[in-house]
């Protein structure tokens, strides 16, 4: 025991030098040294009795590894790097000492003390998720007033926005989709973004239908080639409002006559739509719905982070120009959130979810998931690995330890049992009710699979920024890494807000 605490403090020691600017010509040396005895540490508490605690504290120095790792592997630019690598040593160190103080508290308190408090707290924490979503889905419902109705000269003209690479597969199903719409006004953009397969071919044979091809310029290095597709679409878009969205869109005919209606009703200059989810596998029911509970699950009024998806949204063309364009989120991986939370401050976004009326279903297969999730999930936490961490800690015991402790823990104490299990109907319950909207062909399997969801989650997680640190985040061909570790200040800021 008192070995393991010396080497943490030895260790911890090495980092803390990192802080001080005079030592930071001589980070390698430092890290090299604290990751070889931080390896060794976690030798010696794979030794000791099972702890929670010591876990705990073994995934900590296994972090502490990935910052030292980070300095190794130098993919930023120096600076960038020592601000980094100097506030995530700084976290680390105390959160380490956090968990070394935690091995002492079953010397002073009653075991059954703490896991009674622990599933209350759990149990508080799933009530509130469960009112959060009840409400969310509540705000978020599509209703027109049927008292009000708009001729086609008063609906405005809309233009339909498209990026495009490398989408044979999809891509003639969206169009089709588009096409077969009966709003009046109606402008169709189509980019054709540097493909390499018959992407261009497919977009040019809807010409007859006033499909009109773009065709797109590789972006410049500071921006993330969507955006820069994005910013190509925006400034050949004559429309009103522009309708972005992606190749695994299918829009019903009446789509577009509802969604700008329901605009012009209520007044809005921007509005992002939940999509239902169209056929799929068994798996796309263990990916895809923790994006949707990231989005419904927060209380994010209070947050002042309006929920946003990237599937399909629209904006009115003079707000967009009027915040910038994508000028200026070039480099943030969910540049409609920035929109979003600059246009709820005027209570003119709205985030709705589509049904049988405002008919938009996605058919993004499990694979595609799995990329988007890798891509947006680091950046999305501020490409920090103690944000990484803190997430994955706050998921095993918010979401998971309810359920291992109804079924390890609970039996023969009888109020950790009760609130254990009211934890997990409540995560349970919320778990259902988001697949019956956006998945509903496989809610069922919500009754049983939300441990093993929220592992996937988890592990796509830290897949996340383990390929962003150390390896190649490929999206369409072509690698986002560099313009997202490096980007500027204010740009992090806005990506912490996606």
């Known amino acids: 025991m008192l070995m393991i605490e010396s080497l943490l403090l030895i260790t911890i020691g090495f980092e803390l030098l990192l802080a001080i600017k005079e030592f930071w010509k001589y980070r390698y040396t430092f890290v090299a040294i604290s990751a070889g005895l931080s390896f060794y540490t976690i030798f010696l508490i794979l030794l000791q009795p099972l702890n929670p605690w010591w876990l705990l504290g073994l995934l900590i120095i296994l972090f502490r590894i990935i910052v030292a790792g980070r300095v190794l592997a130098n993919r930023k630019q120096t600076h960038h790097l020592r601000n980094v690598t100097v506030r995530s040593v700084l976290f680390l160190a105390c959160l380490q000492l956090f968990a070394w103080a935690g091995t002492l508290i079953p010397q002073y ?68 989709s588009i096409v077969a719409s009966n709003y009046p006004k109606l402008e169709i953009l189509v980019l054709d973004d540097c493909s390499q397969d018959k992407t261009p071919d497919i977009i040019k044979q809807y010409a007859h239908a006033g499909v009109r091809f773009i065709q797109g310029t590789a972006p410049p290095d500071t921006w993330l080639a969507k955006n820069h597709a994005y910013a190509q679409l925006a400034q050949e878009a004559s429309g009103s ?8 869109v299918r829009m019903s005919p009446n ?45 994010r009024k209070l947050m002042n982070r309006p929920a946003v998806l990237s599937t399909c949204w629209a904006i009115d063309r003079k707000v967009l120009e009027s915040l910038g364009g994508f000028s200026a989120v070039k480099r943030s991986i969910l540049p409609e959130r920035y929109f979003a939370r600059e246009c709820v401050v005027h209570d003119s976004y709205s985030f709705i979810r589509a049904n049988a009326t405002l008919d938009l279903r996605t058919t993004k297969d499990p ?43 609970g039996p023969g104490q009888s109020l950790i049992h009760i609130l254990s299990g009211l934890s997990v109907v409540a995560l349970t319950l919320s778990h259902v009710m988001i697949l019956v909207i956006t998945n509903p062909a496989y809610s069922i399997a919500g009754l049983v699979n939300f441990p093993l969801v929220v592992i996937s989650d988890i592990a796509l997680t830290l897949y996340s920024m383990l390929r962003y640190e150390f390896g190649r985040v490929i999206w369409k061909g072509r690698n986002v890494c560099m313009p997202i570790l490096n980007s500027p200040d204010h740009i992090r800021s806005q990506n912490s807000k996606d």
Request: glycine fraction near 4%; hydrophobic fraction near 45%.
């Open 109 to 176: 308190s009653d075991y059954s003390t703490v896991v009674t408090t622990l599933s209350f707290l759990q149990f508080s924490v799933s009530l509130s998720v469960l009112g959060w979503i009840v409400n969310s889905l509540l705000q978020t419902t599509y209703h027109n007033d049927d008292s009000i109705s708009y001729t086609d000269k008063e609906l405005p003209s809309v233009t339909i926005a498209i990026p495009a690479r490398n989408e044979t597969h999809d891509l003639e199903a969206c169009i089709d």
């Open 241 to 248: 409002y522009i309708v972005f969205c992606g190749v695994d």
């Open 367 to 409: 694979i595609e998931q799995i990329r988007t999730t890798a891509r947006v999930r680091y950046p999305q936490l501020r490409n920090r690995p103690e944000n990484i961490l803190l997430f994955v800690l706050g998921l095993q015991f918010f979401l998971l330890a309810p359920f291992f402790f109804f079924a390890f823990v």
């Open 255 to 299: 789509f577009l006559r509802n969604l700008l209606t329901h605009i012009k009703q209520k007044k809005k200059r921007m509005i992002s739509v939940l999509p239902v989810r169209l056929g799929g596998s068994f798996r796309s029911s263990f990916i895809q719905p923790m994006r949707y509970w990231w989005e419904l699950a927060l209380p």
